[in-house]
């Protein structure tokens, strides 16, 4: 299984950035997708998640501002990122798992920067 991310950038605080992570290969059609970040000098945290059938869940700092969608289809992710702020900047790592059957994939990680 892999996962290919894109869409991180350079964007001015106030701005907007949408992130994609396409997974390939084989794997159950249950699961969730989502995105991790790692700030500089900070631990990775969580950031959204969507599973596969209906539910999402966001961080308690970027609701409002960010919305995860998924095409099931198209086996992606997608991460818009609205009214970005400072504390937003770091790499973003999209996610495949399922944690009741105990797997999880990761992507490379894609880095945003919002500058203020």
């Known amino acids: 299984v892999q996962l290919q991310a894109s869409g991180g950038g350079l964007v001015q605080a106030g701005g907007s950035l949408r992130l994609s992570c396409a997974a390939s290969g084989s794997f159950s059609s249950i699961n969730a997708m989502g995105w991790d970040r790692q700030a500089p000098g900070k631990q990775r945290e969580l950031v959204a998640t969507i599973a596969s059938g209906v539910g999402t869940n966001y961080a308690d700092s970027v609701k409002g501002r960010f919305t995860i969608s998924r095409d099931n289809a198209k086996n992606t992710v997608y991460l818009q990122m609205n009214a970005l702020k400072s504390e937003d900047t770091g790499i973003y790592y999209c996610?495949?798992?399922?944690?009741?059957?105990?797997?999880?994939?990761w992507g490379k990680g894609t880095l945003v920067t919002v500058s203020s």
């Open positions: 996610n495949l798992r399922n944690p009741m059957a105990n797997w999880d994939y």
